[in-house]
């Protein structure tokens, strides 16, 4: 795994946009896999800022995981999150743009039917990531399976609570969300990881350090042939 240390987000946020730029440049008909939560925002801000003349009309965007139980026009779906945050601004097409469908009737076919979407697609070739404090990628909480695919995770009591921040109620925090699976992430062609903060030296530190286990999800990309990890000053304060 590269690291790339960083001062701090703001910095991080430059780095991975211009990672991506250049990728989109270089590749017009990529597959991007993209993140949501506090972590990439500065990314998509920084990639619109930095989008003329950037080739768009081609690459395609799967997003990692969806909460259960929200619609696409829910204010905290991660739909909405992304309409707002990139996809408007950047004016992509909706054809070009895919999440799971958090509030399907049947969640295990909309969970098989997103991972099919995903092969259909060619896979991923550059796959954004964000961590959680308890070392999870997308929704994939401790204990998952690496051989996972996209899935219905129960979320644990950590996860709701930091991510009860974006809501107005923590109590209208969904339960479970669908998440690509570890062996999906784990199948993109280049994974480019970002962390920001002391609230994430922990896991960055294990995750470069600690051995690899399913209790510690982000650590299976040890693994990996090609991961950047991007983090600044405060998260690579443990190392
Ligand atoms: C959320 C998302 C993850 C994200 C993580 C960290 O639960 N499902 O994709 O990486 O938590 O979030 P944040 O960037 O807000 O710290």
New binding site residues.
């Given amino acids: 795994m590269e690291v790339i240390a960083v001062k701090n987000e703001q910095e991080m946020s430059e780095k991975a946009a211009s990672i991506i730029a250049a990728q989109i440049t270089d590749n017009p008909d990529i597959v991007l896999g993209l ?6 925002e500065g990314t998509y801000r920084e990639w619109i800022r930095n989008a003329a003349g950037l080739p768009l009309s081609r690459l395609q965007t799967f997003n ?2 969806e909460y259960a139980g929200l619609s696409p026009n829910h204010p905290n779906s ?1 739909h909405r999150y992304m309409e707002e945050k990139l996809f408007r601004p950047l004016e992509l097409r909706s054809g070009q743009t895919h999440l799971p469908k958090g509030d399907a009737d049947d969640l295990q076919a909309e969970a098989r039917r997103y991972e099919q979407d995903i092969q259909e697609g060619g896979g991923i070739d550059l796959q954004l ?5 308890n070392g ?4 994939n909480e401790p204990g998952t399976s690496f051989d996972s695919r996209t899935h219905i995770v129960k ?1 644990k009591p950590s ?1 709701r609570e ?2 009860a921040r974006f809501f107005d109620d923590k109590e209208e925090v969904p339960y479970h ?1 669908v ?1 690509m699976g570890i062996q999906t992430i784990m199948e993109s062609r280049h994974i480019l990881l970002l962390a920001s903060g002391t ?2 030296q922990e896991a960055v530190t294990n995750l470069l350090e600690g051995k690899i286990n399913e209790d510690f999800p982000a650590s299976v990309l040890q693994n990996h042939p090609y991961v950047t990890i991007i983090a600044d000053e405060a998260a690579l304060s443990g190392i």
């Fill in positions: 993140a949501t939560g506090g972590t990439p990692l995981d991660y990531l964000g961590i959680g404090e999870h990628i997308g929704f979320l996860t930091a991510n969300a998440t609230r994430k």
